[in-house]
T-cell receptor
Framework: GNSVTQMEGPVTLSEEAFLTINCTYT??????LFWYVQYPGEGLQLLLK?????DKGSNKGFEATYRKETTSFHLEKGSVQVSDSAVYFC?????????????FGKGTKLSVKP | DTAVSQTPKYLVTQMGNDKSIKCEQN?????MYWYKQDSKKFLKIMFS???????INETVPNRFSPKSPDKAHLNLHINSLELGDSAVYFC???????????????FGNGTRLTVT
């Protein structure tokens, strides 16, 4: 079946550090891949997405590249800020099956210290 | 001009009670969802409706019953609440574009349900 595995947190970084949150997936067909972010006390918001192999999604300084050969969609940011502290979810949406059903990873909590 | 709004934000109730959570979206989306987030932040889909028709119904106790009076609303009714129902419940909506659903979800801010 389809699944998403992301690195366990929490991840604690100092401001301006480099961030990588690993995400790998298992899916039949050609899924779309997403990163969602959940700030404290809020719902999830779409951060970026990629719909086909080699696509790069980017937003707010975050990037992730859809790598079909390694079935990965790692999230990166060159210089994190305190305001980036949140829980980050990798997700996939697969063609066929439960259409519209996003499958989420377990989330990675990021804490950025000043 | 909130896109996806759900009420109440907090709900504290006793075991055995029946409660409802309401959700409305003003984005013109045709698909709405309910997700449950447990204490470890794990997010799992419960239900999905497209144009008022149930299209996803994951393994959820039948004490949970979604109701969609129109495509802008998807309410969640829970009967005979149990301690294990304590969680944050998120409503979401999206456009269902043909056979490939890569339309992003828009989430509400969640309803924190505490059953005592």
């Amino acid at each position: 079946g389809n699944s998403v595995t992301q690195m366990e947190g929490p991840v604690t970084l100092s401001e301006e550090a480099f961030l990588t949150i690993n995400c790998t997936y298992t899916a039949t067909g050609y899924p779309s891949l997403f990163w969602y972010v959940q700030y404290p006390g809020e719902g999830l918001q779409l951060l970026l997405k990629a719909t086909k192999a080699d696509d790069k999604g980017s937003n707010k300084g975050f990037e992730a590249t859809y790598r079909k050969e390694t079935t990965s969609f790692h999230l990166e940011k060159g210089s994190v800020q305190v305001s980036d502290s949140a829980v980050y979810f990798c997700a996939l949406s697969a063609y066929g099956g439960s259409q519209g059903n996003l499958i989420f990873g377990k989330g990675t909590k990021l804490s950025v210290k000043p | 001009d909130t896109a996806v709004s759900q009420t109440p934000k907090y709900l504290v109730t006793q075991m055995g009670n029946d409660k409802s959570i309401k959700c409305e979206q003003n984005l013109g989306h045709d698909t709405m969802y309910w997700y449950k987030q447990d204490s470890k932040k794990f997010l799992k889909i419960m239900f999905s409706y497209n144009n008022k028709e149930l299209i996803i119904n994951e393994t959820v106790p039948n004490r949970f019953s979604p109701k969609s009076p129109d495509k802008a609303h998807l309410n969640l009714h829970i009967n005979s609440l149990e301690l294990g129902d304590s969680a944050v419940y998120f409503c979401a909506s999206s456009l269902r574009t043909g056979g490939r659903s890569n339309s992003p979800l828009h989430f509400g801010n969640g309803t924190r349900l505490t059953v005592t």
